[in-house]
């Protein structure tokens, strides 16, 4: 384990490197073929058995140790978002409208680092690595599921990956056991109303008025049918009707997405909002499309692997403090793999204390403190290493 810490510190500046290059050159989800190319090429340097191509962008890269043992999946994402970069970093993304905005390239970064490192312990290892690099992580349908269906699991015993966190503090790593992040689903609406010239409203059937008339109805979903200890979100994020200022319009559009943590309440919130669409258009006569499209589902990680990376990062230099976090709204399509295998999903601190202002996850200024690299990739080499060991012994006592 210190030879796995030192050699970590080592490549520390290189983790470095890896990200910021990453930064200055993003792809979005289902685009990443240059990012793609870029990893299999630096696994395949250190003579890493490799596949590309894994459901879409995904790329496989296997190390197998010199002893028997478990098949450790160690996952990290690495598509972009469609935003442009605000920030003054001289490593500031080159391309307009296109953002490493939620740490995706620290995740690559640091598993590549873990990857060399565990590289140069081959003749220790007892078992199989697999780097899972994921694509398009920010899109539904995502690159998990298609990955899955393409193998990126089979053998597999447990897999373990991390999020970087610009809200949490630099040191600290945040676990919890069950569900973790909330099954992330989008609405589309679309008011079928009647325009007309603004002086005459009365021969109208106004999508606007429907439509903020819509808005409201739909908060009482959460306030008022939904069980206050059951976290949930309804939230419509886009309202478009444009028109000139004096022509009300025919139609509007409004989108927005769903968060849930229980499948019963998704399917309630579901049928509901479309009862409360149906009732709210009905009112004024007018007509509705409604479409509802199921995203990731609920993160629910395994109790004993979860407690097993909290115990093993209390032990990682420059890990100040491991505590349980409460669940988030935010969804992630990691929680395919969770209903397929045995694994866990942790945070890992990323915030400067020295800061002014820690921006948010997919916001234009979004940054994170590198050296929360060094802490996520310590982590999840403890915890492979310490994996296999644990299982080496048992299989030993087994046999004993």
């Given at each position: 384990?210190?030879?796995?810490?030192?050699?970590?510190?080592?490549?520390?500046?290189?983790?470095?490197?890896?990200?910021?290059?990453?930064?200055?050159?993003?792809?979005?989800?289902?685009?990443?073929?240059?990012?793609?190319?870029?990893?299999?090429?630096?696994?395949?340097?250190?003579?890493?058995?490799?596949?590309?191509?894994?459901?879409?962008?995904?790329?496989?890269?296997?190390?197998?140790?010199?002893?028997?043992?478990?098949?450790?999946?160690?996952?990290?994402?690495?598509?972009?978002?469609?935003?442009?970069?605000?920030?003054?970093?001289?490593?500031?993304?080159?391309?307009?409208?296109?953002?490493?905005?939620?740490?995706?390239?620290?995740?690559?970064?640091?598993?590549?680092?873990?990857?060399?490192?565990?590289?140069?312990?081959?003749?220790?290892?007892?078992?199989?690595?697999?780097?899972?690099?994921?694509?398009?992580?920010?899109?539904?349908?995502?690159?998990?599921?298609?990955?899955?269906?393409?193998?990126?699991?089979?053998?597999?015993?447990?897999?373990?990956?991390?999020?970087?966190?610009?809200?949490?503090?630099?040191?600290?790593?945040?676990?919890?056991?069950?569900?973790?992040?909330?099954?992330?689903?989008?609405?589309?609406?679309?008011?079928?109303?009647?325009?007309?010239?603004?002086?005459?409203?009365?021969?109208?059937?106004?999508?606007?008025?429907?439509?903020?008339?819509?808005?409201?109805?739909?908060?009482?979903?959460?306030s008022r049918k939904v069980d206050p200890l059951d976290s949930a979100v309804v939230s419509v994020c886009n309202f478009v009707a444009e028109n000139p200022y004096n022509v009300i319009a025919d139609s509007a559009e409004l989108v927005g997405t769903v968060r849930t943590f229980k499948e019963e309440t998704r399917e309630f919130i579901e049928?509901?909002?479309?009862?409360?669409?149906?009732?709210?258009?009905?009112?004024?006569?007018?007509?509705?499309?409604?479409?509802?499209?199921?995203?990731?589902?609920?993160?629910?990680?395994?109790?004993?692997?979860?407690?097993?990376?909290?115990?093993?990062?209390?032990?990682?230099?420059?890990?100040?403090?491991?505590?349980?976090?409460?669940?988030?709204?935010?969804?992630?399509?990691?929680?395919?793999?969770?209903?397929?295998?045995?694994?866990?999903?942790?945070?890992?601190?990323?915030?400067?204390?020295?800061?002014?202002?820690?921006?948010?996850?997919?916001?234009?200024?979004?940054?994170?403190?590198?050296?929360?690299?060094?802490?996520?990739?310590?982590?999840?080499?403890?915890?492979?290493?310490?994996?296999?060991?644990?299982?080496?012994?048992?299989?030993?006592?087994?046999?004993?």
């Amino acid at each position: 384990m210190e030879k796995l810490y030192s050699n970590l510190d080592l490549v520390y500046e290189e983790m470095v490197e890896i990200r910021r290059f990453l930064h200055q050159h993003p792809e979005l989800s289902f685009e990443e073929t240059e990012t793609a190319a870029y990893i299999a090429d630096y696994h395949t340097a250190l003579g890493h058995e490799v596949r590309t191509n894994v459901g879409g962008n995904g790329v496989l890269a296997y190390l197998r140790g010199a002893k028997p043992g478990p098949t450790v999946a160690l996952r990290a994402d690495f598509d972009a978002l469609p935003i442009h970069e605000q920030t003054d970093v001289p490593f500031k993304s080159k391309y307009d409208g296109v953002m490493h905005a939620c740490g995706h390239d620290g995740h690559t970064a640091s598993l590549l680092g873990l990857a060399k490192v565990l590289n140069g312990l081959q003749d220790e290892l007892e078992g199989t690595i697999v780097f899972l690099h994921q694509h398009a992580e920010e899109l539904p349908p995502g690159g998990a599921i298609s990955m899955i269906e393409d193998g990126c699991l089979d053998g597999v015993d447990v897999i373990f990956g991390t999020h970087l966190q610009a809200q949490m503090s630099l040191g600290e790593i945040g676990y919890r056991t069950g569900a973790l992040q909330a099954a992330p689903d989008r609405f589309d609406i679309t008011i079928k109303g009647k325009g007309g010239h603004a002086a005459h409203p009365h021969d109208t059937k106004d999508s606007v008025v429907i439509g903020g008339q819509l808005i409201n109805n739909l908060q009482q979903i959460v306030s008022r049918k939904v069980d206050p200890l059951d976290s949930a979100v309804v939230s419509v994020c886009n309202f478009v009707a444009e028109n000139p200022y004096n022509v009300i319009a025919d139609s509007a559009e409004l989108v927005g997405t769903v968060r849930t943590f229980k499948e019963e309440t998704r399917e309630f919130i579901e049928k509901e909002m479309e009862r409360i669409i149906k009732a709210t258009c009905d009112v004024s006569g007018a007509d509705y499309v409604y479409t509802y499209t199921r995203g990731y589902p609920t993160l629910v990680n395994h109790k004993e692997e979860t407690e097993f990376v909290a115990e093993v990062a209390k032990e990682v230099p420059g890990v100040e403090a491991v505590k349980v976090t409460e669940p988030i709204m935010g969804g992630e399509d990691y929680a395919f793999y969770l209903q397929h295998v045995k694994g866990t999903f942790f945070f890992t601190g990323a915030r400067n204390e020295d800061w002014d202002i820690a921006y948010p996850h997919h916001h234009p200024k979004f940054d994170i403190d590198e050296r929360a690299l060094l802490h996520a990739a310590k982590v999840l080499g403890a915890a492979t290493l310490q994996y296999m060991n644990e299982y080496a012994n048992k299989s030993l006592n087994e046999i004993g």
